[in-house]
Every structure is written in C-alpha cells, then in structure tokens.
C-alpha cells in the first residue's frame, strides 16, 4: 500500500500526525477506565477453573454483568518467544488469581510526529509491555455471578493500525446491554508493531511470520476451549473488529485458504475493513523493514541477526518500533500482514475471488470518508500523483487511470483522500462481501462528518456518549450488530421495536442499509440505498490492479 520511506529524511513536506480517530479511541478508554473504576460485589465474586489456573472475577452489582479481566490466554512472548508463535500458558493452577482490573497493553507505535502526544491522555495504571497476551470475558449473570448456559459469543478485535490498541479501549457491557443480555463477550489483544509483525525471510527461517495475528488465532482456540466455562457457545461465535480490528477479521477469513480446523467462528464482522499492501514476507519492501529494524538495534553485525534481536532490550527494540512507523508516509502503517504461505496462503482479494473463506455470514459496514484523516490535507497533490505515493508498484499507466476514474469526484483534495478510502478500507469490503453470496450484508454509516472511527462510539455508548446521542439512532445501528451475533441476520431483531427496515442481503441489486440524520431536523435517517455503479467501478479497478496493490 504504502511509499515507504526508510530512511524518511527524504520527505519533509508533510507534517506527520497521528489520525484523528486514535485520539478518539484514548478518550473512550479514559471513559472504560472511569468506569470500571466503580466499586463491584467481592463476596459474589465467582471463579472460573481454566485447567492452567484458577481466575476469580467480579460482578457489576449495578447491572448484574460479570468481568473476568486480564486473563492469561498465551505464556508471556518474552526472550526465545520473542517472533514465535503463541505459547500455551505456565501452569499456575494452584493459585486463584484476581481478574478484575485492565491488562497491561501490548507495547504501542505511533503513526506521526504531533506537537502534542495522545497516547499521555491514556490511564496511567495501564501499562504497556512486551508481556501482553491476556483477553477480557464479560458475560450477564445473576447477583451471585452464575454463567449463562450455551449463549451466542463476540469477540472483539480491537483497531489501530497494527500498531495500537488494547482492549482496555472498549468495555463487553455496552455490547451485552444491546443483545438484550443475549451474549457473551471477549475483548482479546495481541502482539502489536515490530512484536506482532516483524517480516522477511529470517523471520520465516527461525520464528513466526504474523506473530499478532497467530496471537489472535491461538485466542479464538481459547475461546473454542474454554468459553462453556463463561457461558459461551463456542459453535455461535462471530468475531467482530474495527479498522486492523476488521481487517484481522478478513485475514482470519482467508486464513489457511479458507480451510481452518476446527472452524473457530460462524458469523463476521467487519467495520472500516482496513488491507494495505499485504506484501509476500520476502519481497522488497519487507526485507527493508527487517533490515532497518536490525540497524537500530545494533544488530547489523551480527552472526544471527534474528537471535539478537531477540536479545536487545525491548525498550530498544520499541524505540526502533516507533521511530520505523513514524517515519512511513503520511497516515500509513508499516508494520503489518505479510503473506507467509502457510496462515495466510496468497493474497487476500485472490482468496475471497475464489470464495476460500471461513465463517458462514458476514455483516460490514464502512464510513463514508474512510480516507479523509489518513491524508494530509495541507499538501496539494493530484489523485495520480498520490497513487504512486500509495503504491510504489504503480506506474505511469495505473496512474493515469486513477486520475480519470477520480476526475468528476470533487476537488484534488477530495479526490486523494477518495483514493485513500476505496483503496484501502472500502472496496475491500466489497471483495469480502462478494465472497459470500446471499450470505452477507452490507451498511454504511454517515453520520457527519462521516469519518474513519467516528462509528465506534455507537458500539460502545455507554462511557463517552455519540455525538449524534439519538436512541432510536443508537438502538436501531447498535443492535444490528447483536442481531447478527445472535441470529447471523440483523432482520432478526434483539428488538423488533428499532427502526431499521428490512436489509436484504448485498446481492440482491447491491443493497446496502445507509446510517444517517437529517441535516436541519437530527432525526435519524435508517433506510436502504443501492451501492453507485461508479464506486463499483473504481473498486473493480482497483481488485485488477491487486498485484500492483499487493492487496
């Protein structure tokens, strides 16, 4: 997807800033911490047997939903682990241990260079480590903390990048009051940046390619084991992301091209699916990373290059992981999926072109200016200039028919940052929606100003409240989600009350359900629409330029 500028002194006309939506998900994970800041019911607190250890969780006496937070699901990646794949845990079974405060998050990047850093807005007692692996379970219960019995499971995959997030960013509550009590939910976190996605052919020889995503997919084998336990269904699972949250969703899709034992998931979900450039692990642009990771480690020199990075203190091993991804061009993201051949088998459009997928329904939805804060809107540059930018595969021709496909689209402006969105978070969602016809639905939410991430606050309304704080708007987008986790089909409503209409499947005449308020009135707009022919036209430019793309 992306230039990549390693070394970046060669490009000082952009102002690099981390996009707008991360600040948004810091000030909502203030707004969980607040919350889970109030007093539970110790004397109802129930424990759970795991086999490898014993947690004892916490009931919210206020609302009769139960937390199991920070649980262990994979031994520390620390020392020799560091680049593999997920562990088992250590066995501490003889020692029940507290589960009712935030995990420390893994440790985190930032995509620009802002006067100001939001990552200091972030709760102090959360603290970021290379010991991360560990996953929150909510799930309604009574006052003494009892499980259900065999209900629907999310679980949820949180966004930033590749590079960012924890699941301290979202609170399962929010999630369980809108099914109605009718599910249980696992917030799970994984290996990030240089720690979860180191590439190149070393890497491949003597560790793991796509550590963060093997982290998630040894999560999802927990919950297979382990959900019954919480109350969970582990044959009603749908897991859900937004932003790299959905595009790990795509990735678990295609993953073992499409041909996962056991089948860990039925239902997906996807929001703002985000696929850059998913590069082979050998290719140019890969073995660079690893080269410049190796360099500002002081490893250049060394014997077994890979060995030493597994030994380099991790606060260096960071400060390499942030200076690499600040240094990428304007609002892109370097450390990311590569195709490894064994997970992720060959690149993800030609998989969902040949409908090798996991799971048996899908609903996604997308925002209607995905690109607009991934693009720096003080540098003037013409669609096919920044083509090339994206890209650095493209040439003249692919060029020039991006400016022509992007001609009548508005200003330059407006033109780049639609080049941006398509690209990479909205016509990949077509490609996964037509890997499953007559299987998957398709949204778009417009809330002005309609921008990557501002969807999330409706998922998650109960700490910092939507800007468009409507409930009717609220219940009838929020709760076809849990619709879907329940039914696999958001017409079978958790309330029939809401007023979302009727939503027919995406192949019949390319519907989608448009999300949206009246621009004098703020009454909400919920009805469908048809997909534009021109945007579908752009998208099937884009899926034949995917080798240029690496998508």
Same mark, same amino acid.
């Given at each position: 997807m992306w230039?990549?500028?390693?070394?970046?002194?060669?490009?000082?006309?952009?102002?690099?800033?981390?996009?707008?939506?991360?600040?948004?998900?810091?000030?909502?994970?203030?707004?969980?911490?607040?919350?889970?800041?109030?007093?539970?019911?110790?004397?109802?607190?129930?424990? =759970?047997?795991?086999?490898?250890?014993?947690?004892?969780?916490? =009931?919210?006496? &206020?609302?009769?939903?139960t937390h199991f937070l920070g649980v262990r699901y994979a031994a520390a990646p620390l020392g020799d682990l560091r680049f593999r794949?997920?562990?088992?845990?250590?066995?501490?079974? %003889?020692?029940? /241990? /507290?589960?009712?405060?935030?995990?420390?998050?893994?440790? /985190?990047a930032s995509t620009g260079q802002s006067p100001t850093n939001p990552l200091e807005t972030r709760a102090t007692e959360i603290i970021a480590t290379e010991d991360c692996l560990f996953l929150n379970v909510y799930y309604p219960s009574d006052g003494a903390g009892a499980p259900p019995?065999?209900?629907?499971?999310?679980?949820?995959?949180?966004?930033?990048?590749?590079?960012? %997030?924890?699941?301290? %960013?979202?609170?399962?509550?929010?999630?369980?009051?809108?099914?109605?009590?009718?599910? =249980?939910?696992?917030?799970?976190?994984?290996?990030?940046? =240089?720690?979860?996605?180191?590439?190149?052919?070393?890497?491949?020889?003597?560790?793991?390619?796509?550590?963060?995503?093997?982290d998630q997919d040894f999560a999802l084998r927990w919950v297979n084991q382990h959900i019954t336990k919480f109350g969970g269904d582990p044959s009603k699972v749908t897991i859900w992301g937004e932003s790299a949250g959905a595009g790990s969703v795509l990735q678990h899709v295609i993953a073992n091209g499409g041909q996962t034992e056991p089948q860990l998931f039925r239902g997906a979900i996807t929001s703002s699916t985000f696929l850059p450039s998913q590069y082979q692990f050998n290719d140019r642009v890969p073995e660079l990373l690893f080269s410049e990771v190796v360099a500002q480690t002081n490893c250049t020199s060394a014997t077994d290059q890979l060995a030493c990075l597994r030994a380099v203190d991790a606060?260096?091993?960071?400060?390499?992981?942030?200076?690499?991804?600040?240094?990428?061009?304007?609002?892109?993201?370097?450390?990311?999926p590569v195709v490894d051949g064994v997970f992720i088998t060959q690149r993800p459009t030609l998989s969902l072109l040949e409908g090798k997928v996991n799971g048996e329904a899908l609903l996604s939805v997308t925002n209607t200016f995905e690109g607009t804060v991934f693009v720096n809107q003080n540098v003037a540059v013409t669609a096919s200039q920044y083509s090339l930018e994206l890209f650095p595969d493209f040439g003249t021709t692919q060029a020039n028919t991006v400016g022509a496909l992007y001609a009548n689209d508005g200003n330059e402006l407006f033109q780049v940052d639609a080049v941006q969105g398509e690209s990479i978070f909205i016509c990949?969602?077509?490609?996964?929606?037509? &890997?499953?016809? %007559?299987?998957?639905?398709?949204?778009?939410? &417009?809330?002005?100003?309609?921008?990557?991430?501002?969807?999330?606050?409706?998922?998650?309304?109960?700490?910092?409240?939507?800007?468009?704080?409507?409930?009717a708007f609220i219940d009838a987008f929020a709760r076809s989600f849990t619709s879907f986790i329940i039914n696999q089909d958001p017409?079978?409503?958790?309330?029939?009350?809401?007023?979302?209409? /009727?939503?027919?499947?995406?192949?019949?005449?390319?519907?989608?359900?448009?999300?949206?308020?009246?621009?004098?009135?703020?009454?909400?707009?919920?009805?469908?629409?048809?997909?534009?022919?021109?945007?579908?036209?752009?998208?099937?430019?884009?899926?034949?330029?995917?080798?240029?793309?690496?998508?």
């Open positions: 230039r990549h500028r390693i070394p970046v002194k060669k490009r000082n006309n952009c102002s690099h800033s981390r996009p707008s939506n991360m600040a948004l998900h810091l000030l909502r994970t203030l707004a969980v911490t607040a919350l889970l800041a109030v007093p539970f019911a110790r004397a109802q607190s129930p424990i =759970v047997d795991l086999g490898y250890a014993q947690y004892q969780g916490a =009931v919210n006496t &206020a609302n009769n939903i794949a997920p562990q088992p845990p250590v066995n501490m079974s %003889g020692v029940v /241990q /507290q589960a009712t405060t935030e995990p420390n998050e893994c440790l /985190q019995s065999e209900l629907p499971t999310l679980v949820w995959i949180h966004g930033g990048g590749y590079i960012a %997030g924890a699941a301290s %960013g979202s609170n399962g509550e929010d999630i369980i009051n809108q099914s109605a009590r009718g599910v =249980v939910v696992v917030l799970i976190q994984y290996r990030l940046g =240089v720690f979860g996605f180191l590439p190149g052919a070393a890497v491949k020889e003597n560790g793991a390619l796509n550590a963060g995503l093997l606060t260096i091993l960071e400060t390499a992981n942030n200076n690499i991804n600040i240094g990428g061009f304007f609002g892109t993201f370097l450390m990311v990949p969602t077509y490609y996964l929606l037509n &890997a499953f016809p %007559g299987r998957s639905f398709k949204g778009e939410f &417009a809330i002005p100003p309609g921008l990557h991430g501002n969807d999330v606050a409706y998922y998650f309304p109960g700490g910092v409240a939507p800007p468009f704080n409507n409930i017409n079978i409503k958790v309330d029939p009350t809401t007023i979302t209409p /009727q939503w027919n499947t995406f192949d019949i005449l390319h519907t989608e359900m448009l999300f949206n308020k009246t621009a004098d009135t703020n009454e909400p707009v919920v009805h469908a629409i048809t997909t534009s022919n021109a945007l579908l036209e752009r998208c099937a430019f884009w899926l034949s330029a995917g080798n240029l793309t690496a998508q």
